[in-house]
């Protein structure tokens, strides 16, 4: 099986990216979150440009995410990253924000079939890079997704990686696994799934079910539990230890470049909102004063006991 990191605006940034690679098993590829192309002159950015820079991101396969519904955004942003010495490039067609939507990009484009596969005829002869599409299989009703697959079908994609929910289901419910299941009988795109796979068990009934894909992609169950990876290949957790010295290297990194107590304190609660759930007594003990907390004194005496009295549990 081959792992991608999910996108996760905010989240799987390159400090993200690189803390998680120092200590835990490595992804094949690390998707970063969308770039959102604006305005003719600037590309990208200053945020956006830091995300991608090479310097950030050594030893990782990277395949940057695309946000736009517009071919000529898409190929200026496309040949700035091919300069900087990627080779591949994802197209987002999946984020479901209502702003987003509303201009017709990410799921809302979707909505647009007969301008999508202009916006493809006009990228994939516009560059000469991989190009591969991750999305959601339609905004109201999942009868929609083969009228997209037929689309995605007639173009030479590097891989289709489907998060099998529709726009307006946001991240709830569960996944469609089924319709998930019949495009793997038909299309002939590289399949990569993408939801709902948090534990080693629920990984385990994947394979089982789908034993001809060989690629799934991880996102929220890698930042509740960053040793995902190494349990489902190897069948062990890394020990507590490894994580909070994970989670050290990342408070310090945002530390480093945030500017200030609020914005490091903010990223790190929302970390740890997906992360504490790995941890005993997170909910009756710790959730509630992490919420609460505001100064990063009180914030890392919370942390050090979450690490000193609480064991790993939920993972299986
Ligand atoms: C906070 C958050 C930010 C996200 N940002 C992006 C993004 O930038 N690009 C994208 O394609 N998907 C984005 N997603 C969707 C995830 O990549 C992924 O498809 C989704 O979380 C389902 O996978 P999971 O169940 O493994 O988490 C985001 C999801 C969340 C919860």
Redesign the pocket.
């Known amino acids: 099986m081959r792992y991608y990191m ?6 799987t940034g390159y400090i993200y990216r690189n803390a998680y690679s120092t200590y835990f098993k490595r992804f094949d590829k690390y998707f970063t ?2 770039l959102a192309p604006h305005g003719e002159k600037e590309r990208l950015t200053h945020r956006e440009r830091n995300d991608v820079a090479p310097e950030h991101n050594e030893g990782l396969y990277v395949v940057p ?1 695309i946000l736009t519904n517009k071919s000529s955004e898409f190929i200026r942003v496309a040949n700035y990253l091919q300069g900087l010495g990627y080779d591949e490039v994802n197209l ?1 067609l ?2 479901p924000s209502g702003t987003v939507v509303s201009k017709g990009k990410g799921a809302g484009f979707l909505a647009r079939p007969d301008e999508l596969k202009q916006f493809l005829t006009e990228i994939f002869d516009g560059i000469d890079m991989k190009i591969s599409i ?1 999305t959601r299989i339609g905004m109201y009703d999942t009868t929609e997704f083969s009228e997209l697959l037929d689309i995605f079908e007639q173009f030479p994609l590097e891989e289709l990686i489907v ?1 099998p929910r529709l726009r307006e289901e946001f ?1 709830t419910g569960s996944p469609h696994r089924e319709v998930f299941h019949d495009a793997v009988s038909h299309a002939k795109n590289k399949l990569c799934y ?4 948090f534990l080693k068990g629920q990984l385990d009934a994947f394979k089982q079910e789908e034993p001809n894909v060989e690629q799934v ?5 890698v930042l509740r539990n960053p040793g995902l990876l190494q349990l489902a290949e190897e069948g062990c957790m890394p020990d507590k230890m490894l994580i909070k010295e994970f989670h050290d290297k990342l408070y310090g990194d945002y530390r480093d470049v945030l500017p200030g107590d609020r914005p490091t304190l903010f990223k790190m609660k929302e970390l740890w909102f997906y992360m504490g759930t790995l941890f005993a007594g997170w909910e009756e003990t710790y959730a509630k004063q992490m919420r609460k907390c505001n100064r990063l004194s009180d914030y890392e005496r919370i942390v050090k006991q979450i690490f000193k009295n609480q064991f790993l549990e939920n993972y299986l």
């Open positions: 999910a996108p996760l605006e905010g989240i979150p969308f995410q987002n999946g984020c991750k998060h991240y993408n939801g709902d796979l992609m991880l996102g929220r169950g």
